[in-house]
């Protein structure tokens, strides 16, 4: 092989190797909404403020469930909140971090199993005042490839199953009713 | 399947009825049990997936729901084969004499046959799913709720089958037992707004806290096996909850559970409330009403405690949907106790029984 052509194989592997990446990353995560986080910090101990904001606006009123730990060893309890929107795909979460240090945030919105899920971390100063700004994205939960309607399908199921244990109990019992009344009446 | 009523026989004097009924043969006691292990179980198990993440196939919390559902399938299966009176209680299908409570026992056996391989199956089709109102585990929930409201139907029939004042009062308790598991299988259905990891909008919170416990309360409420029943029901309840929260605590411990801890709800004055209004006659829709109230109100001070945050959104559809749910359900509970009891007046009359337990 002529040298030019190595390097011309060489430009295409990593083309099609940059593509496969791009791919399997499109694949393993379905995208929901990019989300722009704001946290305006007072300090451990004091209220701070987290601002979300998605874009595209996540649509029908979800609430977005934020799941706030520490990332320091022996650390306590993590904090969970949720929170509706204030107005289209904004929201403001107000929380006391108990102390200083590295803290994870993760966010969440959907319903059921079809969720979307993000994440930020912060570093929460003693006397930590001013404002950080993260981009980040949300990303599906379901597997790649599964689609949305599973979920209504597994309801359904469910809900026949529940209509025919209710038909069949209901059977039982009408069954016991009659034979007590007969049995009062003899 | 053609299903009639059998013919009632006098009992042959060789035959004890103290003998021949489900509390001896081991079927209530171990129905108690496998009730219990199932509500430890999960609660352990959403406690597990939380703070330890995902887990294995044979993990503890996974083996004490494998033992409630090896009880429902194996005890249901058990006591249809093993219980031959003819009363005019049961069912006559054949040649098996089906008692009417253990037969809504196997609804939930069939409930969980059919879950176990299509939970194993909708994993491996679409993933781990990471919440309780996955649609197979919803099945597998109702398929065990339906072991305690058995368990309760089982006992209560086994109370009017019997003639000795003793076992009348051990199956008026054991009564009690599975209302208070069938009331702790109604609220795991709040588990992960009570863990405060909700993957569903807010309002289903306020709505079935108001509605889910009125079916539990007011059916008990009307049986009345023992005095005050819903009260004990509510206290038996809080206390099945205070035990497996100590569990969990204890279990954290050794690293076997999360830090994070479910919100136990207050249903003691709602029982105390059915009691009160039962006695009274009121109208099913009003106390249906006054209950969700109760329920609702009574649990305010611990939801703001917990930080679960009952916006106005939620409240807004949730608390309206939640008390038609309660006066929809304060009808079925008191139209479930008029089925089971229709003339209060023969409640301590026994129903007469034929032929023995084959033992």
């Not at chain 1, 025919?164 to 069954?175: D, F, G, K, M, P």
């Not at chain 2, 005095?227 to 969990?248: D, H, N, Q, S, Y």
């Not at chain 2, 006054?290 to 409240?315: D, M, R």
């Amino acid at each position: 092989m002529r040298p030019f052509e190595k390097r011309y194989c060489f430009a295409i592997g990593l083309l099609l190797l940059w593509g496969a990446v791009l791919a399997d990353h499109t694949e393993n995560g379905r995208l929901g909404s990019f989300g722009t986080v704001h946290i305006v910090e007072q300090g451990a101990g004091q209220p701070t403020r987290i601002e979300v904001d998605t874009d595209p606006a996540v649509t029908g009123r979800h609430e977005l469930h934020f799941y706030i730990f520490s990332r320091e060893v022996g650390s306590g309890a993590p904090l969970r909140r949720l929170i509706p929107p204030g107005e289209p795909g904004r929201y403001v979460l107000e929380i006391d971090f108990p102390q200083p240090g590295r803290w994870g945030v993760s966010m969440r919105y959907g319903v059921g199993l079809d969720l979307y899920y993000a994440f930020v971390e912060t570093v929460i100063e003693p006397q930590g005042l001013g404002t950080k700004k993260f981009a980040t994205s949300f990303r599906g939960g379901l597997d790649s490839g599964t689609p949305r309607y599973v979920q209504s399908v597994g309801f359904a199921v469910f809900g026949l199953l529940a209509i025919i244990s209710l038909v069949l109990i209901s059977a039982v019992l009408r069954h016991v009713k009659v034979r007590q009344v007969g049995q009062a009446q003899t | 399947m053609s299903v009639k009523t059998s013919r009632m026989e006098t009992p042959p004097a060789s035959v004890s009825r103290r003998e021949a009924d489900l509390w001896n043969l081991g079927v209530l006691p171990i129905l108690v049990l496998g009730s219990l292990s199932g509500l430890l179980g999960v609660y352990w198990d959403i406690s597990w997936h939380i703070d330890k993440g995902r887990d294995t196939f044979f993990t503890p919390p996974h083996n004490f729901i494998y033992l409630a559902i090896l009880i429902v399938l194996v005890m249901s299966l058990y006591a249809l084969v093993r219980d031959r009176r003819e009363s005019p209680l049961h069912l006559t299908v054949g040649r098996f004499r089906l008692h009417p409570g253990v037969l809504i026992v196997s609804v939930g056996a069939a409930l969980e046959l059919f879950f176990t391989p299509a939970d194993e199956l909708w994993h491996r089709l679409f993933g781990m799913d990471v919440t309780l109102w996955a649609p197979m585990h919803l099945i597998g929930v109702m398929g065990l709720s339906l072991l305690g409201f058995g368990g309760l139907i089982t006992s209560w029939i086994e109370r009017r089958l019997s003639a000795h004042r003793v076992r009348q009062q051990l199956f008026g308790y054991s009564s009690l037992l599975f209302a208070a598991t069938f009331l702790g299988w109604s609220m795991l259905f709040l588990a992960e707004y009570e863990f405060n990891i909700p993957a569903f909008p807010m309002l289903w919170h306020p709505l079935l806290l108001a509605g889910l416990p009125t079916f539990t309360l007011v059916l008990v409420a009307n049986l009345r096996p023992v005095p005050w029943a819903a009260t004990w029901t509510a206290v038996l309840f809080t206390l099945i909850r205070g035990l497996l929260a100590g569990w969990l605590m204890t279990s954290a411990g050794f690293d076997l559970a999360g830090e994070t801890r479910p919100l136990i709800p207050m249903l003691i004055v709602s029982g105390l409330a059915a009691d009160l209004l039962v006695r009274r006659r009121l109208p099913r829709w009003q106390l249906g009403f006054i209950l969700g109230v109760i329920s609702l109100l009574a649990n305010l001070p611990l939801v703001e405690a917990a930080k679960i945050n009952w916006h106005s959104g939620a409240l807004l559809t949730g608390v309206p949907l939640g008390l038609a749910l309660s006066m929809a359900l304060a009808y079925l509970g008191a139209a479930v106790a008029a089925a089971l009891e229709p003339n209060p007046v023969e409640a301590d009359r026994p129903v007469e029984v034929g032929r023995g337990v084959q033992v």
